[in-house]
Nanobody, 121 residues
Framework: QVQLVESGGGLVQPGGSLRLSCAASGTIFSIESAGWYRQAPGKERELVASIGSIGVTHYADSVKGRFTISRDNVKKTVYLQMNLLKPEDTAVYFC???????????????WGQGTQVTVPS
């Protein structure tokens, strides 16, 4: 089985920074793409940032220039560095990863349990 565990969320003042981590464990051959999503109360889950197997990144317009996604393939961990945080960044942040569990397997998507980020207005 594969587990994704997020950490690093919390309460931060506007303009502050947080670094989220998503650690994958279990039977893992490789992690293909990975991404961070967020869901604010009463809103749909949205993609914040994604990173491909060779490091190509994509960002939502609302976070470009402020957030940076990265990955450490040895540690099987994906990070989201969030700077210049705004109240509208308040949400539960979820990690998603397409994991290949063994050689020849097809990638399967897994989700973490989420971590709360709160930026008071």
């Amino acid at each position: 089985q594969v587990q994704l565990v997020e950490s690093g969320g919390g309460l931060v003042q506007p303009g502050g920074s947080l670094r989220l981590s998503c650690a994958a464990s279990g039977t893992i051959f490789s992690i293909e793409s990975a991404g961070w999503y967020r869901q604010a109360p009463g809103k749909e889950r949205e993609l914040v940032a994604s990173i491909g197997s060779i490091g190509v990144t994509h960002y939502a317009d609302s976070v470009k220039g402020r957030f940076t996604i990265s990955r450490d393939n040895v540690k099987k961990t994906v990070y989201l560095q969030m700077n210049l945080l705004k109240p509208e960044d308040t949400a539960v942040y979820f990690c998603n990863a397409a994991v290949v569990r063994y050689y020849g397997d097809h990638p399967k998507a897994y989700w973490g349990q989420g971590t709360q980020v709160t930026v008071p207005s």
